[in-house]
Nanobody, 123 residues
Framework: QVQLVESGGGLVQAGGSLRLSCAAS????????MGWFRQAPGKEREFVAR????????YYADSVKGRFTISRDNAKNAIYLQMNSLKPEDTAVYYC????????????????WGQGTQVTVTV
């Protein structure tokens, strides 16, 4: 089993920044792809970004490309999501996920999920 715990969410004005963290524990995640998803009220959970645990290969949803940056710290068994130039439409619960599929960009490619952290962007 892999346990994932997100932190760093909060309330921010449009144009501001937040940095989300995800701490992994339990079974090693050294061979897992790590991803960030988000879910706004009444909407499907959507892919935001992913990173290979053993490399720097990253991939982003078009809606966040150029504004968000995913990174990882293998020594701390953690991944991060730096979110800049936030928009009200970025408001959602953000989830960290881990899975075995290298190129997964849907929730079905991930086996383990955190509990989520709320991000609210005001105008």
């Amino acid at each position: 089993q892999v346990q994932l715990v997100e932190s760093g969410g909060g309330l921010v004005q449009a144009g501001g920044s937040l940095r989300l963290s995800c701490a992994a524990s339990g079974r090693t995640v050294s061979s897992y792809t790590m991803g960030w998803f988000r879910q706004a009220p009444g909407k499907e959970r959507e892919f935001v970004a992913r990173i290979w645990w053993r490399g720097t290969n990253t991939y982003y949803a078009d809606s966040v490309k150029g504004r968000f940056t995913i990174s990882r710290d293998n020594a701390k068994n953690a991944i991060y999501l730096q979110m800049n130039s936030l928009k009200p439409e970025d408001t959602a619960v953000y989830y960290c996920a881990a899975g075995p599929t290298a190129y997964a960009t849907t929730r079905y490619g991930y086996d383990y999920w955190g509990q989520g952290t709320q991000v609210t962007v005001t105008v």
